[in-house]
């Protein structure tokens, strides 16, 4: 008799695509139908923590580019303001309060850009955190009976959270 982890997942996950029932997966694989259905678990478990990590990493990648892309910008407006005060002597003329003007604004987005810069890594660690905390769910809900997993996948659709616990 084969035991889950003696079940080919690949294989598994096929068959299940073709719509194969659970009894004809446990005669293919001569073992009896609750084998296939820890499988199923297992199986599940694999795609959701591959789906994760398959898709954070993208989402990291593109919150660390918009991160270089603001720390480039904020660089740019450190360069301006330096060159400013070095290169514009002070006075009382209409020009260097432009000038001075141009320091304030310099200044106001430079704030902005370091507040973007705060928020993505609050949502870069919000989405590691998220990430970490989905594996867990998942491993533990794996090991739910059938009918607590069915509460669990029925209350996820009706908050519209789009969840597959069943291949």
């Given at each position: ?14 068959l299940l695509k073709d719509g194969t029932s659970t009894s004809k ?31 954070a990493p993208a989402l990291v990648e593109k919150k660390q580019t ?102």
């Amino acid at each position: 008799m084969a035991t889950p982890s003696k079940i080919d997942l690949n294989e598994l996950d096929q068959l299940l695509k073709d719509g194969t029932s659970t009894s004809k997966i446990a005669q293919h694989f001569g073992c009896t139908p609750g084998a296939v259905s820890q499988a199923k678990r297992k199986l599940n478990v694999a795609m959701a923590q591959s789906a994760a990590t398959r898709d954070a990493p993208a989402l990291v990648e593109k919150k660390q580019t918009a991160m270089d892309r603001l720390m480039g910008l904020a660089s740019k407006c450190e360069k301006q303001l330096a060159w400013i005060e070095q290169t514009v002597e002070p006075s009382n003329n209409a020009e260097f309060r432009n000038w001075q003007d141009q320091v304030i604004k310099f200044a106001a987005e430079t704030r902005k850009l370091f507040s973007a810069m705060a928020h993505i890594r609050a949502t870069i660690y919000q989405v590691e955190v998220v990430e970490k905390a989905l594996t867990v769910m998942f491993e533990e809900i794996s090991n739910e009976s059938p009918q607590a997993q069915k509460r669990i996948r029925d209350r996820l659709q009706r908050a519209s959270i789009p969840f597959q616990l069943d291949a």
